[in-house]
């Protein structure tokens, strides 16, 4: 009996133990199904550490949670973990951000132009979208920079030279600007941003 206790309070201390560590080290807490971290398979909470790369399969979907940020991956995903911002390699992300988290895609570079702010980012089928659902977003190719107001989305299609239709100007030199469809945002990915204090990321 002794042992059972002893077994269940190292548990505990366990499940205190790990986001403490990511806290104090700069590391994020992953809770992920059907993942991998650098290529080794997990399907519980773990902590990922700075230049890990979180990869989602067609099954699955991850939580990255560091501070005041929580990013969900939805299924096909992959991401390179910084500890000031995420590389989106493929897929898509869905941020919510109370410390100004980024994401990183391609040569582009995206920051909340305040502190707190909700946002998804994507390469699905040859289109990079930017969607600033809650905040505006700061927009940087190294060389020019765009402020994406909230509401609005920024896309990319890479399979053609001219931008989408219905774009209202230009952010970016290749990239269009357009208003994001009510209820449209988050279905555009599979992934809706999941919320500060939230256990699990949700899905439409």
Same mark, same amino acid.
């Given at each position: ?13 366990? &499940?205190?133990?790990?986001? %403490? ?6 590391? *994020? =807490?992953?809770? *992920?199904t059907?993942s991998?971290?650098?290529?080794? %398979?997990?399907?519980?909470? $773990? ?6 790369? =979180? ?13 005041? $940020? ?5 299924a096909?995903?992959? &991401?390179?973990?910084v500890a ?7 897929? %898509? ?22 502190p707190? *702010?909700?946002?998804? &980012? ?15 977003? $700061? ?22 030279? %001219?931008?989408?239709?219905?774009a ?17 945002a ?19």
């Amino acid at each position: 009996m002794l042992r059972a206790l002893l077994a269940k309070l190292m548990c505990c201390v366990l &499940v205190v133990a790990v986001p %403490a560590a990511a806290a104090n080290t700069g590391a *994020a =807490v992953l809770a *992920a199904t059907s993942s991998s971290i650098n290529g080794k %398979a997990v399907s519980q909470t $773990t902590t990922i550490f700075d230049g890990d790369t =979180v990869t989602v399969a067609g099954d699955g979907q991850a939580t990255i949670r560091t501070g005041g $940020t929580s990013v969900s991956l939805p299924a096909h995903s992959s &991401v390179r973990y910084v500890a000031s911002q995420i590389q989106l390699n493929s897929g %898509a992300v869905a941020v919510s951000t109370r410390n100004s988290m980024g994401v990183k895609l391609g040569n582009v570079t995206i920051v909340p132009a305040s502190p707190t *702010a909700r946002y998804q &980012v994507s390469t699905l089928n040859g289109v990079q979208r930017i969607q600033a659902l809650e905040g505006a977003l $700061t927009v940087s190719n190294g060389v020019q920079t765009y402020t994406l107001p909230s509401g609005k989305e920024m896309l990319r299609d890479t399979r053609a030279a %001219a931008p989408q239709t219905g774009a209202e100007d230009f952010g970016l030199p290749g990239w269009a600007v357009a208003g994001i469809l009510a209820g449209v945002a988050a279905v555009s990915i599979g992934v809706v941003v999941a919320t500060q204090g939230d256990e699990s990321p949700s899905t439409p």
